[in-house]
């Protein structure tokens, strides 16, 4: 089946770096665009970055633009969010999510993997 | 950046009964809108894309409508797995691709 995992996740300190994985199965990776998304604790959902199917393109929020860079690796299935620069706002649980068919709806999304800003 | 924003908060239902929740966009999207379901502990899964059609796997009692800036999730008669929050999401305009605050669908 269809299936996004994130991991990378963890506890990092103000300032800090992460970098978070996605790893898909189930389809043709190369075919399609990768977004990444966050929640944070008890919030609403946040729209991060998205990467085409080539790498050709890519796209930041506002909010994370200079200090997050997408990238990807057809040839591993993977796609990958490195976070520099990291404040306590960015403590959230990470989705990637493969875009739609046609347009730029999410589905499905990975499980989710937890980043924990804190000194 | 277009602003999404959804009516109620929250609604408390019975089982059984019809729901209906709102999302509304600052400016027309077209038909271009997406509603989530996200249950406790778990990712969103899509619903409803192109406003109107169900994602796969996507029960029947799940019905969007609307266009242009106002749009409708229904669910014709709720069951207790539907207890959850839902978004509404545009991706007519982007960056950035935006969502609603959400509703959350609790137990009467």
């Known amino acids: 089946q269809v299936q996004l995992v994130e991991s990378g996740g963890g506890v990092v300190q103000p300032g800090g770096s992460l970098r978070l994985s996605c790893v898909a199965s189930?389809?043709?990776?190369?075919?399609?665009?990768i977004h990444w998304l966050r929640q944070a604790p008890g919030k609403g959902l946040e729209w991060l970055t998205f990467?085409?199917?080539?790498?050709?393109?890519?796209y930041y929020s506002d909010s994370v633009k200079g200090r997050f860079t997408v990238s990807r690796d057809n040839s591993e299935n993977a796609a990958y969010l490195q976070m520099n620069s990291l404040t306590t706002e960015d403590t959230a649980m990470y989705y990637c999510?493969?875009?739609?068919?046609?347009?730029?709806?999410?589905?499905?999304w990975g499980q989710g993997t937890l980043v924990t800003v804190s000194s | 950046e277009i602003v999404m924003t959804q009516s109620p908060a929250t609604l408390s239902v019975s089982p059984g009964e019809r729901v209906t929740l709102s999302c509304r966009a600052g400016q027309s999207v077209g038909n271009s809108l997406a509603w989530y379901q996200q249950k406790l502990g778990q990712a969103p899964r899509l619903l409803i894309y192109g406003a109107s059609t169900r994602a796969t796997g996507v029960p029947a009692r799940f019905s969007g409508s609307g266009s242009g800036t106002e749009f409708t999730l229904t669910i014709s008669s709720l069951q207790a797995e539907d207890f959850a929050i839902y978004y509404c999401q545009q991706y007519d305009n982007w960056p950035p691709l935006t969502f609603a605050g959400g509703t959350r669908v609790e137990i009467k």
């Open positions: 189930g389809f043709t990776f190369s075919r399609f665009g």
């Open positions: 999510a493969r875009t739609g068919l046609t347009r730029n709806w999410f589905d499905p």
């Open positions: 990467i085409r199917k080539d790498a050709s393109d890519k």
